[in-house]
């Protein structure tokens, strides 16, 4: 079974790609933080990292700047609210593979997974 990890403060955003994504038969990790999402990569090995931009602590900058030196085999799809052109050419510039705007949709999610999960296009 594919893991994925949902970074993001918002617990019902996280809810929600569980929602979305366990009857699809993924299981879903979640992390309120940069700093927890770092404990349950050292712990587990999820295939697929969405990671929310802004959140307290290490919000998700500060995480892929992480993640280059402890986890950079895992592609990350960066979240936001935000369309900002520099945000996404910052994010892809520090690793991430793909972003996903809110809100999104069901179908949104299962695509970006089934394109890094199913051998579509791995780092």
Avoid: C, N
């Amino acid at each position: 079974m594919k893991k994925i990890l949902v970074v993001d403060d918002d617990f019902s955003i996280r809810s929600l790609f569980k929602e979305f994504l366990e009857p699809e038969g993924y299981s879903v990790l979640q992390a309120a933080d940069g700093r927890q999402a770092l404990e349950i990569l050292d712990a587990q090995a999820p295939d697929l990292l969405f990671v929310d931009r802004a959140m307290p602590g290490m919000g998700g900058i500060e995480l892929l700047k992480a993640l280059q030196d402890r986890h950079s085999a895992v592609p990350v799809i960066m979240i936001s609210a935000f369309g900002e052109e520099s945000l996404w050419g910052q994010a892809i510039g520090l690793g991430a593979q793909d972003y996903l705007l809110k809100p999104f949709t069901r179908g949104d999610v299962l695509k970006l997974v089934k394109k890094f999960t199913d051998g579509e296009k791995k780092r």
